[in-house]
């Protein structure tokens, strides 16, 4: 393969260093074979023979974006019916394959996918490596482990747990070791722990956590002894100094911390990945997402919450990879990634060069990929953006897609310019509610008919009585 010469822009390599201009990179092999002046990297391509010419004067070429939290499997859900029964194992992974083109197309080269319905991250990950199919480069948890008092247990004790959940339920130390056990055979890279509940789930909300300290070491122990990496889903403070503590790889979320919880997860110099793109898009579009109010006074809270003590975890040095939860409905596949860095300097006062690292070098901490991938430094893949802008004057223009003029993944320039098929949902796709408009008062609106009942239900009526 011909290589590739980008010269001419203001590269910032997202190591820390400052912005270089006049500075080019010879792409060779799917890899950044030389970074330096424009000079010696000119000199440097000429010996290499022909090669193609990327004129990046006035734009910045930086590392490809990476999401430390998108759940390839979901399919942009609005319930948990549709996350763990709706649409079986074999459409959501065609629709899984198709969605992850859209995040690829958002200038994203690179996800942790730290939870999915059946193996199918696993799938989606292998048939993007194989060259099949376009996506981002992957590390795949399969299903999180979890318990009755945890996310994941969405369905009442009565019914078996299904098999299509997002969620296993071991609600043993014994199950939790096989678990993590059946995982790694199935190829996971990393292994995703339920550790508290949600503000969907009130009967885990108030929860000191679903798994003891010796739980949370069992499964950490287990996964690091067969070469993988763990994660856990922690709210509260308690459930995350807990995993930290136990030798969690990183934690997520992490809102509620006090003082004495973030000393442990600074001594055990453990990263964070907040996520505030589903708290902060369901707070700004709670209409339109038909969102109970209950429940965006308590996603308010939280990132209120988060707000305090996430910002003094970064300030102390924690550090903060960028991800969103894309695949959840309130924050689609391909469209919101990049507004966490926006949200990171926002709610958390990050500067414009640490958001950077959060969403490229930080976040690819995530997927376990930091040595190949997430800087602009000689030997790493050529995983690259050329945007038309300066993300450090205005962070913003990540968000637009007309600007990343070149979105490079191995070296190869992705179409960006032939538009994704449209597609149609399924009424199969979704919950089967009886009214679909939310807004309908159900039995009210019944009532309220009782005194105009057609004719023939009132004859029926008299007549029955006539009888008696
Ligand atoms: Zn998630």
Not at 379 to 398: E, T
């Amino acid at each position: 393969m011909a290589g590739t010469l980008i010269t001419g822009g203001t590269i910032i390599d997202c190591t820390g260093g400052k912005p270089k201009k006049n500075t080019a990179l010879f792409v060779e092999n799917g890899r950044i074979a030389k970074l330096g002046t424009a000079e010696a990297v000119k000199a440097f391509a000429a010996k290499r023979g022909p090669h193609k010419t990327i004129d990046a004067s006035g734009m910045t070429v930086m590392p490809g974006l990476v999401d430390a939290h998108c759940h390839i499997s979901y399919g942009d859900i609005l319930s948990v019916e549709e996350l763990d029964l709706y649409a079986g194992v074999e459409f959501r992974a065609i629709r899984a394959a198709h969605n992850a083109k859209k995040v690829l197309r958002a200038g994203v080269t690179a996800i942790c996918d730290p939870g999915s319905t059946w193996n199918i991250s696993v799938a989606v990950r292998d048939a993007i490596n194989c060259g099949m199919i376009e996506g981002p480069r992957m590390a795949s948890a399969g299903r999180y482990i979890t318990t009755f008092n945890a996310i994941g247990s969405f369905w009442p004790t009565w019914m078996e747990h299904p098999q299509s959940s997002f969620a296993v339920l071991c609600n043993s130390r014994d199950e939790m070791i096989t678990e993590v056990r059946r995982e790694v055979k199935e190829g996971v890279d990393i292994v995703k722990v339920a550790g508290d509940g949600d503000a969907v789930q009130s009967h885990a909300r108030e929860s000191e956590g679903s798994l003891s300290p010796d739980d949370l070491r069992a499964i950490a122990d287990t996964t690091h002894r067969l070469g993988r990496r763990c994660t856990i889903h922690a709210r509260t403070g308690v459930v995350a100094a807990a995993a930290a503590e136990a030798g969690f790889d990183w934690l997520i979320h992490a809102s509620y911390l006090n003082d004495q919880q973030l000393g442990v997860i600074l001594r055990k110099r453990t990263p964070i990945n907040p996520t505030l793109s589903l708290l902060a898009n369901a707070v700004d579009w709670a209409p339109e997402l038909g969102a109970p109010a209950g429940l965006i006074e308590a996603y308010k809270r939280e990132l209120e919450a988060a707000s305090r003590g996430l910002s003094k975890a970064y300030k102390e040095g924690v550090m903060i990879m960028a991800g969103t939860d894309s695949g959840q409905g309130a924050v689609p596949y391909g469209e919101w990634h990049a507004r966490e860095l926006e949200h990171l300097m926002n709610y958390l006062g990050l500067s414009a060069m640490d958001a950077l690292k959060a969403g490229t070098i930080h976040a690819a901490v995530a997927t376990g990929m930091q040595n190949e991938i997430g800087t602009l430094e000689e030997g790493k893949y050529a995983d690259i953006l050329v945007v038309d802008g300066d993300p450090l004057a205005d962070i913003q223009v990540l968000q637009d897609k007309a600007r990343l003029k070149v979105i490079m993944k191995g070296g190869v320039v992705i179409d960006t310019e032939t538009p994704l098929p449209e597609r149609s949902i399924y009424a199969w796709e979704k919950p089967m509610l009886y009214w679909n408009d939310p807004r309908l008062p159900g039995q009210d609106y019944v009532r309220q008919h009782a005194a105009n009942k057609p004719d023939w239900m009132k004859k029926k009526a008299s007549s029955r009585r006539a009888a008696e």
